[in-house]
């Protein structure tokens, strides 16, 4: 699978701005001026670490095989919940989440995804993740659009699971 990626505009604004923050102490005095005002808004707030209580997240899959269809519930640090593997959604989620890269975001519009229908399955997540609000739409119409569900396997069910399974043994 090939897939290609460019830079929209806000993630260009957020690549600038999260460089030039962490050169702007390098540049001594001149650093203390005031930052730019077009940096600082598109800056994204950051990730928290160590213990993050208000990790909530309301999952609902539709389309996509039995015993995979449903809402659940899910809670990271510590993992809990209705959902069928918390612990591997927490972990899934944890490696996926960097400073300055919004999990969550869409595909990028414009960009060159393979023509590959991976199925019917959709999903929704909504609630709160590393202190922001969450609210992200999911299916696999594409290739882009498959390899972002799969980036958060098993927070979102494996298609190529077994029927009725989570995910794959």
């Not at 990626?5 to 957020?14: E, G, H, S």
């Not at 389309?63 to 995979?68: L, N, P, Q, S, V």
């Not at 890269?101 to 993740?129: D, H, K, N, S």
């Not at 202190?131 to 927070?155: E, K, S």
């Amino acid at each position: 699978m090939v897939q290609v990626c460019f830079l929209t505009p806000r993630r260009f604004a957020v690549s600038s701005a999260l460089v030039l923050g962490l050169l702007a102490p390098l540049a001594g005095p001149a650093s203390l001026s005031a930052p730019s005002a077009a940096a600082s808004p598109a800056a994204p707030s950051p990730v928290r670490d160590g213990h993050r209580s208000g990790d909530h997240l309301v999952v609902t899959v539709r389309h996509a095989g039995e015993g995979r269809d449903g809402t659940y519930e899910l809670y990271c640090h510590p993992a809990g919940g209705s959902h069928p593997d918390a612990r591997g959604a927490c972990d899934a989620l944890d490696r996926n989440t960097h400073e300055g890269r919004e999990i969550f975001e869409p595909v990028p519009e414009g960009g060159f995804c393979t023509l590959q229908y991976g199925g019917p399955a959709t999903a929704r997540v909504t609630g709160v993740w590393a202190g922001r609000p969450v609210d992200a739409a999911y299916d696999r119409g594409d290739g882009c659009r498959i390899n972002r569900w799969n980036r958060l396997v098993p927070l979102l069910p494996d298609p190529d699971a077994p029927k009725g399974a989570w995910k794959k043994r």
